[in-house]
């Protein structure tokens, strides 16, 4: 972590991955972020993968640096204390976040109407108010029917959640926006975000919109090929794969020189009349490329592939499952300064990732694990709420607060 956004409070009533990534990425700047969630959990604190004992890694993942209150917020008192917190004094408090639907007390109105500047952060499914995750969202994209065998046979799922990974982001973004804005002017917002369209967003980024109206035409299902220039997987001889790829004409004479088959690549291009120094026509050539390269991989171990590779320019990258990455990969270690072993309550000891980015003004530090829930509770109903020791412990006598268990 760092102290770059150490003077903001951000109160995040959350679940999934968008909106809880887009607190934890402030966390990791320094902001004060607390999660406020139900007494026992919300609707995503075991979801899996879980250790043997039922631990959510996936909460735990999502849920670093924070602070975590537990209040029944099935109780108007329970709401009260969280809404007291969201809008609590201060010039960098007042921020919520949230893709929760509003429960009574805690909608924008209500915290307006108790602090006037406080800015709102929500996330929504489809603009039109109906739910959507990120599952219902991509179906929708188009991406899956190009996505996996060439054969166009079924549609394939990411199942990387890319729309909550890029949404929680944007919610990022729009946070410090908003706060930029109310720094300038005093005032508050509600800011609206919706998942589809982040999606929608994207698919008209990456060119796919414009493909469809002014050329008539989608991309077709290219298996692992990339699209508009050279890219393909190739199996090695000990059964690995790699994906190697020529976006320009640097990396072109690199992978011909650094396989020793510059002249039979070379010789491709008059035979079927493309110019290899485009990436269009690479893409054209495609298969008569890996037809070339192909043998060579497969004549040659991973490593041996690795060594032929090394420092000479060519773009490429082996495929390999997390358990590889985790037990093989020096990328993903405590030499990447990116990670820190953390000892995460009630889970253990292992790597966690802090923020991936490095700040010329913020030293990086390694990140806090994730809290247990409640594990605040009593500290933020004091620190924020000046709440005495006999009231709090009134709250939990009464099922209104709860603590770690």
Not at 31 to 42: F, K
Not at 109 to 116: G, H, I
Not at 215 to 220: K, M
């Amino acid at each position: 972590m760092n102290d770059l956004l150490a003077d903001l409070r951000i109160v995040e009533f959350s679940a999934f991955v968008a909106a809880p990534l887009g607190g934890m990425t402030m966390a990791q700047l320094g902001a004060e972020v607390i999660r406020i969630d139900p007494i026992g959990g919300g609707i995503d604190h075991n979801r899996w993968p879980v250790t043997e004992s039922g631990a959510s890694l996936y909460w735990a993942g999502l849920n670093k640096a924070k602070r975590s209150v537990a209040l029944a917020l099935d109780q108007p008192e329970g709401r009260e204390l969280a809404k007291a917190i969201a809008t609590a004094p201060g010039p960098g408090g007042g921020i919520v976040l949230t893709n929760l639907p509003p429960l009574a007390g805690l909608d924008y109105a209500s915290l307006r109407a108790a602090r006037t500047d406080v800015i709102m952060l929500r996330l929504i499914g489809n603009r039109d108010g109906s739910a959507a995750v990120d599952y219902t969202v991509n179906a929708a994209s188009g991406f899956p029917l190009i996505t996996g065998p060439g054969d166009g046979t079924r549609p394939v799922n990411n199942v990387l959640p890319a729309w909550d990974v890029a949404t929680g982001l944007y919610l990022a973004t729009a946070l410090l926006a908003a706060e930029r804005h109310r720094g300038r002017t005093g005032a508050g917002q509600q800011v609206v975000a919706a998942l589809a369209d982040v999606m929608l967003a994207m698919v008209g980024h990456l060119g796919y919109i414009g493909d469809v109206q002014i050329n008539g035409r989608t991309r077709p299902p290219l298996g692992n090929d990339l699209y508009g220039s050279f890219g393909r997987d190739f199996a090695t001889k000990d059964a690995r794969r790699v994906m190697v790829i020529a976006l320009t004409p640097r990396q072109w004479g690199a992978l011909g020189r650094a396989t020793g088959l510059a002249e039979a690549l070379a010789a491709i291009g008059p035979r079927l009349g493309l110019d290899l120094d485009t990436e269009a026509g690479r893409f054209a050539a495609r298969d008569a490329i890996a037809a070339v390269l192909a043998p060579w991989c497969a004549a040659r171990t991973l490593a041996e592939i690795e060594a032929a590779f090394a420092g000479s320019g060519v773009l490429w990258g082996p495929f390999q499952d997390f358990v590889t990455l985790v037990g093989g990969d020096p990328r993903c270690s405590t030499a990447n300064p990116l990670f820190a072993e953390i000892d995460q309550p009630g889970i253990g000891r292992y790597l966690a990732p802090g923020l991936p980015l490095d700040f010329g003004a913020a030293p990086r530090r390694p990140t806090a694990p994730a809290p247990l829930l409640g594990e605040h509770t009593d500290a933020v109903l004091a620190d924020v709420l000046g709440l005495s020791a006999g009231e709090i412990g009134r709250l939990h006598k009464a099922g209104i607060a709860a603590g770690p268990r």
